[in-house]
């Protein structure tokens, strides 16, 4: 239209006859869609009658009108409607901009029309500007999606957005770029990117391959905040909210194995995903443990755009352990078998942001406890003792954290040999002890020696190994026929045995063995013995070898089991009793039984040398 003179009747003609023309216009436009639509629906209604016998109908009635359904996910048309569908069931969904989304499911009977009414209700505040519009010219009945393919993703239809002459229909946008998905039945019209600026007019030729055309519209960037749906007879305007989203930790610094609140909430979104977390909703809150820093996403889509937020949560995975011992140094001491000394070691630790503790020799704890320990070297024989034995606390969690304790505790001391026992055989005086009187015999100087083989052998046997016994062996000597010497040396082991079980030796640990002359010592034993021998013999006994040698026989050995050990044979010539012991007549009875008295011993010899 040419610019006049406002003064120029020309020019004000001109005016009213662009006017008329336009009102021309606007009626064909009208006339023409409402042919169109007769059209569609008297196809529709004949295509449905020729399948009837395999589909049925669902006749569905929405408010507002404008409201858009789809079916099973698909987009179909906006309004109320008749649409044929197959038998069974199927999913609605009817969405219209500012109102809440309503889904219902349907049944459909061959050859049977459903009906379904759905009211959708208002929703959502007002969306304040600056903005840009979208255009579309093409498919008018194609459902428009903005950045998603899925029904909720429905911002309107092109039918709501192809006009802004006279009668304005805008898709009112914040300045960006949106992936635009134009579709109808199931099928893709166009899908593509379109970038808006605010106070920019965009144009979007769908039947051109989604050819754009970008103008100047200066009002998007004054308009100010508006419905969230606006329709008139042919107007309307959809107005699309940004999304808003924020993310954030109740604590964001925790210890291994504990747990925190994740808070979020998003505005206008339609998926909502956080990291390592499953079906998000909008908003809401969730608790996690987290087992190592981790930095949640949020990622909120929708029509408006996509929103994403941080928070980080801090782990602290490393354990903190301490090990400490009541002693650094102990003391050890053991004879023989037998420990005799080891001090008790008490181990006292704690570990924290740990949920396991294992300690050498103790295996899994509680993360905080002590323990009474005793230590045993590792050294087997015999000798001083010093060596350090290590104990290590390791402490760990689930987070894969460790840390690790160790104390080395100072073990000193040695290890003995169980005491010997020293065994020396024990000598009667000249057929004693009688068959009448078989106590009398073991004299004073003897019974000592037996006193000190008693106190060994139970000394030694606290600490031995193994389980001792004495064997107690009787001799004669030569006088005297087989049998006699025989029963002789019976009584004299008999004697000797009642003494040592008097003694505190177990009657069951002595064995009592006769054998009268035989295996006697022969007179070069006797020299030998006196050759060794510490305390060398007296005269007496040197000018008279028959009868040293006859007194070395009658005597008593003492064996000690399982060893073998054989009691030594030295004859006792230092005793105060030696010469009643070593002289050859039977001395008589009195003097033998005073000679058992310590305190009668040196009278007895006296007595006996006269």
Not at 233 to 249: F, K
């Amino acid at each position: 239209m040419r610019f006049c003179h406002i003064r120029s009747m020309n020019c004000r003609r001109n005016r009213r006859n662009a006017k008329e023309n336009s009102k021309e216009m606007l009626t064909t436009r009208s006339s023409v869609f409402v042919l169109a639509a007769f059209i569609i629906v008297s196809l529709a209604n004949i295509s449905t009658a020729s399948d009837t016998g395999k589909t049925g109908k669902l006749r569905i009635h929405v408010s507002p009108k404008q409201a858009y359904v789809f079916v099973d996910g698909s987009a179909i048309r906006d309004g109320s409607q008749t649409i044929k569908l197959l038998p069974g069931p199927h999913q609605v969904t009817v969405h219209n901009s500012g109102y809440a989304t309503v889904t219902e499911s349907v049944q459909i009977d061959a050859g049977k029309t459903s009906d379904l009414r759905i009211d959708l209700q208002k929703s959502g505040e007002n969306v304040s500007g600056p903005f840009g519009d979208i255009e579309f010219k093409g498919d008018s009945r194609a459902a428009v999606l903005l950045n998603g393919t899925t029904p909720d993703y429905f911002v309107g239809h092109v039918d709501e957005f192809n006009w802004n002459w006279i009668w304005h229909q805008r898709l009112l946008v914040h300045p960006g770029t949106y992936n635009v998905t134009v579709t109808r039945e199931g099928k893709s019209i166009w899908s593509g990117p379109v970038t808006v600026q605010a106070g920019e007019q965009v144009t979007v030729y769908l039947d051109h391959d989604g050819k754009t055309k970008t103008k100047s519209w200066r009002q998007g960037e004054t308009l100010g905040t508006q419905p969230r749906f606006q329709a008139g007879i042919a107007s309307a305007q959809v107005p699309v909210a940004p999304l808003t989203a924020t993310l954030s930790a109740q604590s964001t610094s925790v210890n291994c194995g504990q747990s925190t609140q994740l808070n979020w909430n998003s505005t206008d979104a339609v998926d909502v995903s956080i990291t390592d977390l499953d079906n998000v909703t909008a908003s809401g809150d969730r608790s996690v443990t987290p087992m190592k820093t981790t930095t949640y996403h949020l990622v909120a889509k929708g029509p408006g755009g996509e929103v994403t937020q941080a928070a980080t949560v801090e782990v602290d995975t490393q354990p903190v352990a301490t090990l400490t011992a009541s002693e650094q140094e102990v003391q050890y001491h053991k004879i023989g078998n037998k420990v005799v000394q080891d001090d008790p070691v008490i181990l006292n630790w704690s570990a924290s942001n740990a949920d396991k503790v294992s300690i050498t020799s103790l295996g899994d704890e509680g993360t905080n406890g002590n323990a009474t320990i005793t230590l045993e070297p590792a050294q087997i024989g015999t000798g001083p003792v010093d060596e350090v034995q290590n104990y290590t606390l390791s402490a760990t969690n689930e987070c894969g954290g460790t840390d690790t304790k160790t104390i080395g505790l100072h073990v000193v001391g040695s290890i003995d040999p169980a005491p010997p026992v020293t065994l020396a055989s024990v000598f009667y005086p000249s057929n004693y002890p009688h068959v009448a009187k078989p106590k009398v015999g073991l004299l004073s100087s003897q019974r000592a020696v037996l006193n000190e083989a008693a106190s060994q052998f139970k000394t030694h046997e606290q600490y031995a190994d193994d389980e001792m016994t004495l064997v107690v062996v009787g001799h004669t000597d030569v006088r005297g026929t087989d049998s006699y010497n025989l029963q002789l040396s019976e009584r004299r082991a008999e004697l000797v045995k009642e003494y040592l079980v008097s003694q505190g030796i177990p009657e069951d640990k002595i064995q009592i063995r006769a054998e009268g002359q035989q295996n006697e010592l022969s007179c070069g034993d006797v020299t030998r013995l006196q050759t060794d021998a510490q305390q060398k013999p007296d005269a007496w006994m040197t000018n008279n070898n028959k009868a040293t040698w006859m007194a070395y026989n009658r005597r008593v050995d003492i064996v000690l089991e399982p060893a073998g050990q054989v009691s030594s044979q030295a004859y006792p010539s230092g005793a105060s009793d030696a010469r009643l012991l070593w002289q050859r007549a039977e001395p008589s009875l009195h003097d033998v039984d005073a000679a058992t008295q310590p305190s009668s011993a040196t009278k007895s010899v006296q007595t006996a040398q006269n």
